[in-house]
């Protein structure tokens, strides 16, 4: 009995094994040829919008920065060309000034010496640096699981968004520093946070990781989808689901094509002079801007340490790479 019990045992963990479906492109070009060049250091955090490298420096959209964190401190966001980082503790750093906070802060955006911050409690805070005053805190529904991704703030002309963590944006007036109106993302999902917020042609997109949602000239449209990820290029949207699509949509997300990768579990978005994609067993997709056609490269990476896409670059292990 007990080896028939053992033999059951080994039977099912093949079973489970042989269960196990991965990517497997039918042909690959060989390995992407372009310059890898060293980061000098380890990705210890990371956002949407950059990371820190446990030497203190960090990754922006622009690129790795000469800037160094003090220790303890992980990048937030560069807006307004000022360097935010927050201590996960009680401050936040604005360039190499420190402020006293009440909580996390978890995501934060400046510009004209307002600085917009949402905390760990979902609560969001306007802070006017020139006077060392609150001009607005508000409290949400708490959120106790979040998606490690986590937009920032946005600064439009005479509004702030603020994206929070229970899958609504949060629209400010700069005129009266009051809220206005929510938009709900996303009400239901476990991890509704807001993954990605950005203004397109005045046209606002954001998304959590189970819907994507586009505001503009009055008409609201809102889509279902599992996201990996989500980046904008031009007036393009384009997302990468777990099911291993790969989407373009236009601004009011209407889709203009789209691809599928059976099984293929996408790390990241990035775009060169197309778009690519990192895809977890080693392979760089890229697809043509026509959506027509891909070229598949064998890319060698450590799946199980941080990466991340900013714009045309790859950051990977302790490398990182610009794409054509």
């Known amino acids: 009995m007990k080896h028939l019990l053992l033999l059951a045992s080994v039977v099912f963990i093949l079973a ?7 990517y497997e492109p039918e042909d690959t070009v060989g390995d992407y040829e372009n310059t890898k060049a060293s980061l000098n250091a380890d990705i210890v955090s990371m956002n949407k919008d950059g990371a820190t490298l446990d030497s203190g420096e960090i990754i922006t959209k622009r690129g790795l920065s000469k800037f160094k964190l003090p220790e303890g401190y992980s990048f ?8 935010i980082a927050s201590n996960y503790k009680d401050k936040v750093l604005v360039d190499k000034r420190e402020i006293e906070v009440e909580g996390v802060v978890v995501a934060a955006t400046v510009k004209d010496d307002r600085l917009a911050m949402l905390f760990s409690d979902n ?5 006017d640096l020139s006077l060392d005053k609150t001009l607005l805190r508000e409290y949400f529904t ?3 699981v979040n998606d490690t991704r986590i937009a920032n703030p946005h600064f439009m002309s005479n509004i702030i968004l603020f994206p929070t963590l229970d899958g609504r944006i949060v629209i400010v007036s700069t005129a009266n520093n009051q809220v206005i109106k929510n938009i709900v993302v996303d009400a239901d999902g476990q991890f509704n946070n807001i993954i990605f917020l950005d203004v ?6 954001a998304a959590t990781a189970n819907k994507v949602i586009s505001v503009g000239e009055g008409v609201l449209n809102l889509k279902d989808y599992n996201v990996r990820d989500i980046i904008s290029h031009g007036s393009n949207i384009y997302i990468a ?11 009011s997300l209407n889709i203009m094509d789209r691809r599928k990768y059976t099984y293929a579990k996408i790390y990241a978005l990035a775009y060169g002079s197309s778009l690519y994609a990192l895809e977890s067993q080693g392979y760089l997709i890229n697809i043509s801007n026509d959506f027509k056609s891909d ?9 199980e340490q941080k990466v991340i896409a900013l714009e045309d670059t790859i950051y990977y292990n302790d490398e990182y790479m610009v794409l054509k």
């Open 16 to 22: 489970g094994c042989a269960g196990k479906e991965y």
């Open 76 to 83: 937030l966001n560069i807006s307004d060309n000022k360097v």
């Open 123 to 127: 609560s969001i805070q306007l802070y």
């Open 142 to 144: 708490h959120s106790f």
């Open 200 to 205: 397109i042609e005045d046209t606002l997109v």
């Open 241 to 251: 689901t777990i099911d291993g699509q790969i989407i373009k949509t236009d601004i």
């Open 295 to 303: 070229t598949i490269y064998d890319f060698d990476f450590d799946n």
